[in-house]
């Protein structure tokens, strides 16, 4: 089975940086996906590694570790814009491009 | 990037009516759609996968014949809530890959379903 956690809240104020942590167990692993959603809306991609290491978008990170099976989110200048939740997602199996989400973070980012 | 429309985005019901929603992948071709509901407050549930051409394969727990899928293209997939009721209220949302897009879901902006 697959199974990811994920700390359910995280707060913040303007300005700071906030690290989002996933854990992870799956039967097969391709990569593991960032996913933020703001109340009332879908969830928009973020972010995606395959490989180990970090990877850079504007203020988002996302690094992964296989051996480690953990990965994490790092935002950067937060922005009370980003107050949403954040859904970490292990894709494998044998379905091309399912993805197996976690219970999501929801960051509040406070004045 | 990759766009993905769901139509509508919001509908009520009655009890006992059918719902259709469609998902339709814009600018690029889906091999693979997927949907999902979701509860406030909690994650996405996957209820099926759709592949173009085939038969959806449905999560274990979710009915096939209450929520029909058909992928009748490339570009569209539709999900049909038959015979509604309260229970089925829920957001929905579809997500598609292709080929090409590093096998990345984009996902549709939702529907939000009240069943009366």
């Known amino acids: 089975g697959q199974s990811l956690e994920q700390p359910s809240e995280v707060t913040a104020v303007e300005g700071a940086i906030v690290q989002i942590n996933c854990t992870y167990q799956t039967s097969g692993f391709y990569g593991l996906s960032w996913y933020q959603q703001h109340d009332g809306g879908a969830p928009t991609f973020l972010s995606y590694?395959?490989?180990?290491g970090l990877e850079e978008t504007g203020r988002f990170s996302s690094f992964l570790s296989r051996s480690d099976s953990y990965g994490y989110l790092l935002l950067q200048e937060l922005q009370m814009k980003d107050s949403a939740s954040y859904f970490c997602?292990?894709?494998?199996?044998?379905?091309?491009?399912?993805?197996?989400f976690g219970r999501g973070t929801q960051l509040t980012v406070w004045p | 990037g990759a766009v993905v429309s769901q139509h509508p985005s919001r509908v009520i019901c009655k009890s006992g009516t059918s719902v259709k929603i469609e998902c339709r992948s814009l600018d690029f071709q889906a091999t693979t759609m997927f949907w999902y509901r979701q509860f406030p407050k909690q994650s996405l549930m996957l209820m099926a996968t759709?592949?173009?051409?085939?038969?959806?394969?449905?999560e274990q727990g979710v009915e096939k014949d209450k929520f029909l899928i058909n992928h009748a293209s490339l570009t569209l997939s539709t999900l049909t809530v038959t015979s509604a009721h309260p229970e089925d209220s829920s957001f929905y949302i579809c997500?598609?890959?292709?080929?090409?897009?590093?096998?990345?879901?984009?996902f549709g902006p939702g529907t939000r379903l009240l069943v009366l």
């Open positions: 590694n395959a490989l180990d």
């Open positions: 997500s598609a890959v292709g080929t090409g897009l590093r096998e990345t879901q984009y």
């Open positions: 997602a292990v894709k494998g199996g044998s379905t091309l491009g399912r993805l197996y």
């Open positions: 759709s592949n173009e051409g085939s038969k959806a394969t449905y």
